[in-house]
């Protein structure tokens, strides 16, 4: 079974709190030392350490400069944050099911200008068809044990999509040809979904490559990601999509997506993996 979701929200809380525990400790003050220099109590300094007591973005800046690491702030305060998006969006999956996981990320999709998508798995979000969405998000749920308002979730995913159609927005994907031949639908609806995604490509806003079974690899295939402009990066888990927002872990999963862009064909190339995918379908 895996790991429950809030047992690694507080994974993602210890791991912060040891962080901060080597920070003091290569700067060879002791506890009391640092709440001092902080202007707090010494029992402050121990919670917080031991992962009982959350830091604010405050507490993270003054642990920081008081062991004279201020450049590691800025990823701390992000792992912070990240820690507690990862606890809210567990609790809102566990009481609300999928539809208000979907809509949940509206806002964020509204804002960002540049979508970059990995997927080795399924046809990414993105360019599902409302056919291959409601047989995948069942499947989910069913995994996941959330409750079942399917239909609701593929509505939801499809108003969330039509940011597509907003030339103010642009996105590049990269795809494995095996997630075109995975059979997670009935023949019918499968062919719709590959109809979609040719039709999808015919976007000017919109690039598909497609790494090819064929290819020499430079990098292995990865679990599907996707990151927002350059601050955020979503990278799909069993339980769900892992919120990363330090800017070292975004750098990473960028050059990650330049190497797998590298080993992908596009225009004419991708789009006759696709027909051959939907040939295979007969």
């Known amino acids: 079974m895996p790991p429950h979701p809030s047992s690694n929200v507080q994974k993602a809380r210890e791991g912060l709190a040891s962080r901060l525990r080597e920070i003091r400790k290569d700067a060879g003050i002791s506890g009391r030392e640092l709440a001092v220099r902080c202007g707090w109590s010494e029992s402050k300094s121990s919670r917080v350490e031991n992962a009982r007591t959350p830091p604010s973005d405050k507490d993270i800046r003054a642990w920081c400069r008081a062991c004279g690491a201020d450049e590691q702030t800025s990823d701390l305060i992000a792992a912070n944050r990240q820690s507690a998006d990862a606890h809210v969006q567990w609790k809102r999956l566990q009481r609300s099911g999928l539809r208000r996981l979907q809509e949940s990320t509206e806002s964020l999709y509204q804002r960002t200008r540049m979508f970059r998508v990995y997927v080795s798995d399924v046809i990414p979000g993105f360019l599902q068809s409302p056919g291959y969405a409601a047989a995948l998000l069942s499947s989910i749920a069913e995994v996941r044990g959330t409750p079942d308002d399917v239909s609701d979730a593929v509505a939801a995913r499809m108003r969330r999509n039509a940011v597509l159609n907003n030339g103010a927005h642009r996105f ?100 006759a993996l696709v027909t051959g995918a939907l040939a295979s379908l007969d």
Do not use: K
């Open 172 to 271: 590049s994907f990269v795809l494995e040809e095996s997630v075109l031949r995975y059979r997670l639908c009935s023949a019918e609806t499968m062919a719709a979904q590959l109809g979609h995604v040719l039709g999808v490509m015919d976007l000017h806003n919109v690039a598909v490559g497609i790494v090819p079974f064929s290819t020499q690899r430079s990098v292995w295939p990865m679990p599907t990601f996707t990151i927002f402009d350059d601050t955020r990066v979503h990278a799909d888990t069993l339980d769900a999509a892992s919120t990363l927002t330090e800017p070292t872990q975004v750098e990473l999963y960028g050059r990650a997506f330049e190497r797998l862009s590298q080993g992908a064909v596009r225009g004419a190339n991708a789009r």
